[in-house]
């Protein structure tokens, strides 16, 4: 005899509470220049204190010759919920007087987090809980000064990731601008993809 009703929703049920259980992975990467408020926003956004500082106060910021990708993780916890973050920052993207092929170094990093995963999850005796580095969205911040270089970069890692357009330091600019701008990417974004 059968404890309860047995059906999909049931499985439903065991699956969402295992998994509150055990707690989410959830990987991000933010890119933009320097300076544009990508770890205010982190942080801001999951009420912690996740993402690196650029520099210590006091000490001189330098600026990369190349893309170098930096990875925090934290767990945060909110109501017995765990949720594992790794946020990936970029720092170096876009800085250089020539930016082109800036993102190669990114779309890099992305497929080898996605082979890595894959390596594991075809293995024949595999681990019981597989470490998920792939990422699951780039936040992408757009300079308020223009967004140059914007619409290849999103196109581009649109193939293989979510992408997030975020117009930076927004706060600086009129309501008309804004509006103006905002218009102006959503165009692109149509006539590009």
Not at 54 to 59: D, F, H, I, L, N
Not at 89 to 100: A, K, M, R, Y
Not at 157 to 181: G, H, Q
Request: net charge positive; glycine share 6%; proline share 4%.
């Amino acid at each position: 005899r059968l404890f309860g009703y047995v059906g999909i929703e049931a499985v439903l049920d065991q699956m969402k509470i295992k998994t509150m259980k055990t707690g989410f992975e959830f990987n991000i990467m933010v890119v933009g220049q320097s300076g544009l408020g990508k770890s205010t926003m982190v942080n801001t956004l999951f009420k912690s204190k996740v993402s690196r500082k650029a520099s210590q106060p006091g000490q001189e910021e330098r600026i990369p010759k190349t893309v170098q990708l930096q990875s925090i993780t934290h767990v945060i916890e909110e109501k017995g919920v765990k949720m594992k973050l790794t946020v990936t920052d970029t720092p170096g993207f876009g800085d250089q007087i020539n930016n082109e092929n800036c993102w190669d170094p990114i779309i890099k990093y992305i497929n080898e987090q996605y082979e890595r995963y894959l390596r594991e999850e075809i293995l024949i005796t595999r681990k019981r809980k597989i470490p998920d580095t792939r990422v699951h969205g780039c936040v992408y911040f757009i300079p308020p000064t223009g967004h140059c270089g914007a619409m290849e970069f999103m196109r581009r890692l649109s193939k293989i990731v979510n992408v997030v357009p975020v117009i930076a330091k927004a706060d600086t600019l009129t309501l008309e601008e804004r509006a103006e701008f905002k218009q102006r990417i959503q165009e692109d974004l149509k006539t590009h993809t």
